[in-house]
């Protein structure tokens, strides 16, 4: 086949006594491939200038490099929209079964990782060597602080137990997610001025938008005595999740109030509203709105039941 390496007829700098073996002779050929098998042969001559046969053939095969696949951020393979601080993994490969003692994941601004690092591992030995085929350990950012709205590409590569480095896996994307903004066109039964209630259930209304176009999964609604919303609560909801989703652009409708009773008081109270999207990320509360503890009643003055007067 190809010759690799011929050494020709070369002088040791010393004897080798009968049964002795010979010093380490290093290879100097032509490279050779990770992965690839490869025969090798040698023989001697003596001090007589006497030529021995060749020996048997030996077998070489070149440790294989492993390679990462199958990258995931917090679970999610794919660009990946997240929430909080990434989480990275990857599946480790390799063909002949060494395991992986050690990892570098490279986070970047930019896809080509000549933009800013915003992390670099370095070399970084795992507690535990990951067989092949198996999925490395969860490993959390550690980097530079990321920003919401933002897309970070990431790469990972691995060292075997020979200390046989691989090629950096592909490049894996993920999306740092934005909260919902603050909920506009906030009503009360349906008006945006609300000069009076209809009644001592008024139902409430907002419209959720999103700048990353998500849905709105829960709201919470508050009402309380006073714009910083740090009095009385009349009526708190908590986390609510919503049966159906509302997409960016539309309108949380019609939930009735159930807090505190109202009493026609002519109280000032105030209300505001908030949205968790799809990824479960908490928005900003909307500016406070506030409305009066006055609707109408019916009074009846005057009425006379046989010679009894009922004001």
Known sequence: GTVKWDTGKTSFEQAISNGNRTPDISYDGTSLGWGGTYFWRIRFWDNNDGASEWSETGL???NTAPYPTNLQVNGKSGHTKIA???IFSSIYEDSDSDPGTHYEIEVNTNSTFNGTTMWDTGKTEL???????SRSPNITYQGTSIEEGNTYYWRIKFWDSNNLESDWSGTGTFFVNSGPNAPTALK???LLEVQMLQDPRPEFSATHTDPDGDSATAYRIQVNTSSLFNLVNYWDTNKVHLSTQI????????????GATLTNSLDTLYWRVVF???EDVLGTWSEPQSFTDSYPVLSISGLRMNGVRMD
Do not use: K, R, V
């Open 188 to 190: 009360i039964d349906n």
């Open 247 to 258: 997409p960016s652009g539309g309108e949380l409708t019609d939930i009735e109030y159930q």
């Open 276 to 278: 968790w999207d799809e």
């Open 84 to 86: 909080g601080i990434p």
């Open 127 to 133: 507690t535990t060597p990951i067989q092949s085929t």
């Open 60 to 62: 070489l095969s070149m």
